[in-house]
């Protein structure tokens, strides 16, 4: 079953009502994610399995720290660089946030101590929103979701802390 139904009019609804706003990445740079690790995937093997680049490497090393198996420690940094950077670039694409009429739903970014998280909160839930550079973060009681968004996230947290307000002049102690 769909998370959205299309209308003919271009509009989208999902169990929390008509999408507001999402902070997905469009087609061309989740394209563009996607191509950039391939390559970089393709340039740690490349550089892996190349003699030439190990002997340079082990070169580097040595004229710099004059210490046995100080290029073997640098191609193993250059290879998890490579990796991480390769990592980042396919996880990238999959968080996101959208708002709803009726509610907040979305993955958070992977992190080094927590994995992608699917999140569904509704605007009771939330305390606050805010924006650090490309990332929105979600504060509730519950704990925090942090949300890599290249677009809308300042629209999306305008009509976050918008709806949040609202929900809460209506509840009654």
Known sequence: MPNHIQTGKGEKYGAKGKLLVTTKNSTAMTVLDWVCG???????IVYMFNETMSRAMTELAWSVFRS???????QIIVMVFLLCCAAVCFTLPLSRCDVYEGGVTGTTKLTLTKGLRKFELSY???MNVTVSGKKLKIHTPAGSYEVMATSNRMEAMRIIQEKAAQEKQFVRP
């Open 68 to 74: 046995p198996g100080a290029g073997e420690v640098l």
């Open 124 to 126: 009771r839930d939330i």
């Open 38 to 44: 391939v390559v970089l995937v393709i340039l740690g």
